[in-house]
C-alpha cells in the first residue's frame, strides 16, 4: 500500500541553523500539507501547497518557513534559522484533493533544537 | 475559528469494553476526521466523513452535523486500541487543512 514518507526521523540542530525536512507524497496525490506538533500539544496546521504553490498557511508559517517540491517527488519544509520553540514533530500528509481526499499523514520528523 | 473539543482527555477501559469518544465543534464544516496516533508519534487516518455513520472492522464513526458533534466507538477494545484518537475537522472553505482537537488519550488493560 502507497504511503507517505518522511527523512529523517530525528533530527537535532543548534538553535539559529537551518533544517530542511524531507516528504515524499503518494504518487498520484495533488495536495500537501505540513502539520507540527509541540511535545503534549495539539497538531497544528502551517502550510496547505497545490499546483506548486502555497494555497494556504498559517500565522505559524512566518518568513521563517518555506515549502519546496524541488523535483517531482520530494516536497520540503525549511527552517531558515532554528528557535529553540520550534522544537517539535512535524508531519507530511498528502491527499488526491481537498474535498473529497482523506489526508495520508507520514510517520513524522521529531525536531530537536538546542 | 473552529474549535474542536474532545471528551473525555484520558480514558482507561478493560478489554472487551464498549468505548465512546466524543467530539464537538463550533462552527460548519465541510468534513470531519478521526485519527490514531501511537505513542511512537505517528498519525494514521481512521474516518473521513461529513454525515451519518461509517464502520471498521470494530470502529464506529458517526456524525451529526446539525449538533456539530460526532463520535468515534470502539467494539469489543483490546489492549492494541490502546493509543490518542483525534478529532479534526476541515473547514467549509480553503484548501483542506484540518483543526485538531487535543485528543482522547486511551488505555485498554488487559
Known amino acids: 500500500e502507497p504511503e507517505v514518507t518522511q527523512t529523517p526521523s530525528h533530527q537535532v540542530t543548534q538553535m539559529g541553523q537551518e533544517v530542511i525536512l524531507r516528504c515524499v507524497p503518494i504518487s498520484n496525490h495533488l495536495y500537501f500539507y505540513w502539520y507540527r506538533q509541540i511535545l503534549g500539544q495539539k497538531v497544528e496546521f502551517l502550510v496547505s501547497?497545490?499546483?506548486?504553490?502555497?494555497?494556504?498557511k498559517s500565522e505559524i508559517f512566518d518568513d521563517q518557513f518555506s515549502v519546496e517540491r524541488p523535483d517531482g517527488s520530494n516536497f520540503t519544509l525549511k527552517i531558515r534559522s532554528t528557535k529553540l520553540e520550534d522544537s517539535a514533530m512535524y508531519f507530511c500528509?498528502?491527499?488526491?484533493?481537498?474535498?473529497?481526499?482523506?489526508?495520508?499523514f507520514g510517520p513524522g520528523t521529531r525536531l530537536t533544537v538546542t | 475559528k473552529n474549535e474542536v473539543e474532545q471528551s473525555p482527555q484520558n480514558l482507561t477501559a478493560q478489554e472487551g469494553e464498549f468505548i465512546t469518544i466524543n467530539c464537538s465543534y463550533s462552527?460548519?464544516?465541510?468534513?470531519l476526521h478521526w485519527l490514531q496516533q501511537h505513542p511512537g508519534g505517528g498519525i494514521v487516518s481512521l474516518f473521513m466523513?461529513?454525515?451519518g455513520k461509517k464502520k471498521h472492522g470494530r470502529l464506529i464513526a458517526t456524525i451529526n452535523i446539525q449538533e456539530k458533534h460526532s463520535s468515534l466507538h470502539i467494539t469489543a477494545s483490546h489492549p492494541r486500541d490502546s493509543a490518542v484518537y483525534i478529532c479534526a475537522v476541515r473547514p467549509p472553505l480553503g484548501q483542506g487543512n484540518l483543526i485538531f482537537g487535543k485528543g482522547t488519550k486511551l488505555s485498554v488493560k488487559p
Open positions: 500528509a498528502s491527499s488526491v484533493g481537498t474535498s473529497r481526499g482523506e489526508q495520508y
Open positions: 466523513l461529513s454525515s
Open positions: 501547497f497545490y499546483n506548486n504553490e502555497i494555497s494556504e
Open positions: 462552527v460548519g464544516i465541510s468534513a
